[in-house]
């Protein structure tokens, strides 16, 4: 497979994937300072025809800072010592972020509280007062 399987339906092609590999500074010892090993995922993702606009919208509030001034999105992963499983790391969190802003967004039904639940709340409140005027001073009456 060549590229990134998010679903079914949607596969981002390798030719958009950008990888950077560097040396990392994770677990290792001395061999750390001879093996590169941390990977950098870079994917333009404003503009993409892949996604609409609406999922583009989720995505970048999903990422944060991880969403660059140019649109595109970085990913690093230096958490194994191996190459192979931190591009596997980076392609994986990229495709859980995509189906995660694909799904759509289920509006809150506002509810109201329960008659039970209103009337708990007051007579906790009565009983919270009622300690609380217990505690002052008494009034000397003259």
Same mark, same amino acid.
């Given at each position: 497979m060549d590229g990134i399987a998010i679903n079914s339906? =949607? =596969?981002i092609?390798? &030719?958009q994937l950008e990888? +950077? +590999?560097a040396r990392s500074s994770g677990p290792g010892g001395q061999n750390v300072n001879k093996v590169n090993s941390k990977v950098t995922l870079r994917w333009q993702a404003e503009g993409n025809p892949l996604l609409d606009d609406r999922t583009? @919208? /989720?995505l970048r509030a999903l990422v944060g800072s991880r969403w660059l001034q140019d649109g595109s999105i970085?990913? &690093?992963s230096q958490t194994s /010592?191996? *190459?192979a499983t931190n591009k596997r790391l980076c392609k994986e969190? =990229? /495709? *859980?972020w995509i189906l995660q802003a694909m799904q759509p967004v289920i509006p809150r039904r506002p509810t109201r509280p329960t008659h039970g639940s209103v009337r708990r709340r007051l007579q906790n409140k009565q009983r @919270?007062?009622?300690k609380k005027s217990g505690r002052s001073t008494p009034r000397w009456e003259g």
């Open positions: 339906n =949607l =596969l092609p390798e &030719t990888w +950077i +590999i583009q @919208q /989720r970085l990913i &690093t /010592r191996d *190459q969190r =990229l /495709r *859980q @919270q007062a009622d």
